[in-house]
């Protein structure tokens, strides 16, 4: 059976007959696709009982199998074989504007086989070939290279120093051996953690995909063959010796799924005990790589695990309280409630302290995301590539210090909210980068090439105009409108009446229990002066004042004017009713008058000069409202 693959746009029209087929934009594949939408190894055809199959290779922008049925698309991750018909169309890269290959499979026509092999192990025999080994000299002396082999990798070396050794000893052992390659599974699909020839140190920089067609027909046999063909051989590893013609390939199965390939080239054929050695390395061997490997994930991971549990402990889901009972309060809890219930994006806007992360987490408790992950992060507090990092995540080299890969908070918090705390001051580049998170749900790490997709509810909020911001060019229109979908504005707290003594008390009760401590509340004259203040710092210094008096009053009183700070408890106290002005004002002289003798222990001539009035002007002021004899003195 061949197959004719044709590629109109890129003058590809060729008949091919050989059990796997690789296509990309790379120089060594069978079928090159030098196109910007076909990724460097973008996926293969492969035969299999009897039939040609494709397979994506975890391209970048995918791939689909059109046959004469209906249409597959290719799954990236799981590198599934999809079945190709006698007439098919394979669409690679984006859909919009893919590049279209053609196939034609012709039945009939004669199937070349430019492979020869010489020489199998079957896997599930390599268990039995230690007792061929006794049965010679040379045998049992790799029996003890084995075993002084397997007490070496118990000394917990990494999948690098295992390599190193394993080549070792294959030059040292197989003395036909000209090259020794050591492929295995990473994060990054099958790559050479060695692989270099007996006169030089030196690794080659050779890829998996570039000797995989070679090596193939061992993976697809469940064997370690001994494969002769002078053409392919020193073709696939680039005439890195010379006189290559022979090579020996033993895959490392994980059950059913092949993790790497341990290979041998040389000149001539070797030994069949040689097949037999190389079958034993590869068995012990591989799992040792695949220890050390899964070890170093697992640290990985628990390191991961580690730094989200800190973050969660520090986010730690708690029941969200408002304390008021204002009308404009009850507004805003009123529009939370519909939009909790949605995927919408909300856009909170108020001032400083008015209470906006509650307000987002209220939105997340009360919406079908409740038991997933909420996170928030202030924009405004980080430079621009901590912050970049800390929402994308990054790759390992990304930049200096980035020694591993790390998960962003959009990675983080995949199905769950993500609070933006002043997001109005995040860069134009990382408008951009938002922008496509709330278009299309799609990241990409600081460094790397591939995008992830993630589903995460955006909460963004700010004090700031923002429509203003658009005007001045600092926050991208496009942004703004996609983020402002649902609107909600916090009233600061001079505008929720009645709400004032409400909060205060909810606080002192929370620092009593925090402190240890028991109040009998607030004194009218403080109760009165917290209930006159503007608050311009809103809820939040309100609970930092509250907090204080808490700390300085005595346990079992009641919170008294004097343990206010001096910004509140020394305010001039507002006439309490509406009345004439001239009488407002004096009242308001008198407590100023008391707060100046005062603050000047009733020196007269110092309060005088303060006040920037004659001593003569403030003894007439004394008389009029009967201070005259308070604790009065010049000296």
Known sequence: MAIRIICADLNVDAVFAQDLITLGRAPGNVVQLNHAQVSKVHGQLVYRE??????????????????????????????????????????????????????????????????TVIASRAFHDFPKTVAAFFDHGQGQARLQLLLELM??????????????????????????????????????????????????????????????PLLRQAIDAGAALQIEDEKAVATRFEQAAPGLRVALACPFWDGAVVRGMLTVAGSKPFPAADLDWLSLLAWHCGLAIRNVLLLKKLEKWNQQLENENVFLKNTSPRKVQLVGQSEVLKRVLRQVEIVARTDTTVLILGETGTGKELIARMVHEQSPRASRLFAAINCGALAETLLESELFGHVKGAFTGATTDKRGLLEVAD????????????????????????????????????????????????????KAEVDAGRVREDLYYRINVF?????????????????????????????????????????????????PGNVRELQNEVERAALLAPDGSAIQLEDLSE??????????????????????????????????????????????????????????????DLKGGDS
């Open 567 to 628: 910004r509140i408890g020394g305010l001039v106290e507002l006439p309490v009713s509406i009345g004439p002005l001239h009488e407002a004002m004096e009242k308001v002289e008198e407590q100023y008058l008391r707060k100046a003798l005062m603050a000047h222990d009733y020196n007269r001539t110092r309060t005088a000069a303060t006040l920037g009035i004659s001593r003569q002007a403030l003894t007439a002021k004394l008389h009029k409202f009967d201070l005259f």
């Open 151 to 212: 007490e070496k990798l118990q000394r917990g070396m990494d999948a690098n120093a295992i390599a190193d050794l394993l080549v070792n000893t294959l030059f040292d052992t197989l003395p036909g051996a000209a090259l020794a390659g050591f492929f295995f599974e990473t994060d990054r699909g099958i790559l050479p953690l060695l692989l270099r020839t007996r006169a030089r140190a030196e690794p080659l920089a050779i890829p998996w995909h570039r000797v995989e």
């Open 50 to 115: 009897g039939q040609y199959h494709y397979q994506d290779l975890g391209s970048t922008n995918g791939s689909m199998v059109c046959n004469d049925d209906g249409e597959l698309v290719c799954d990236r991750e799981s590198r599934e074989l999809f079945p190709i018909g006698q007439r098919a169309r394979l669409q690679l890269g984006d859909r919009r504007a893919p590049v279209i290959v053609e196939l034609h499979v012709t039945r009939d026509a004669p199937r070349s086989h430019t492979k």
């Open 415 to 466: 199905g769950g909210t993500l609070m933006l705390d002043e997001f109005g001051e995040m860069s134009p580049q990382l408008q951009v980068k938002l922008l496509r998170v709330l278009e299309n749900g799609e990241i990409t790490p600081v460094g790397g090439i591939r995008t992830k997709r993630i589903d995460v509810r955006i909460v963004a909020a700010t004090n700031k105009d923002l």
């Open 487 to 535: 609107p909600v504005q916090l009233p600061p707290l001079r505008e929720r009446q009645g709400d004032v003594r409400l909060l205060a008390n909810h606080f002192l009760s929370t620092f009593a229990e925090r402190f240890s401590k028991s109040f009998k509340g607030f004194s009218a004259e403080a109760l009165q002066r917290i209930d006159s203040y503007a608050w």
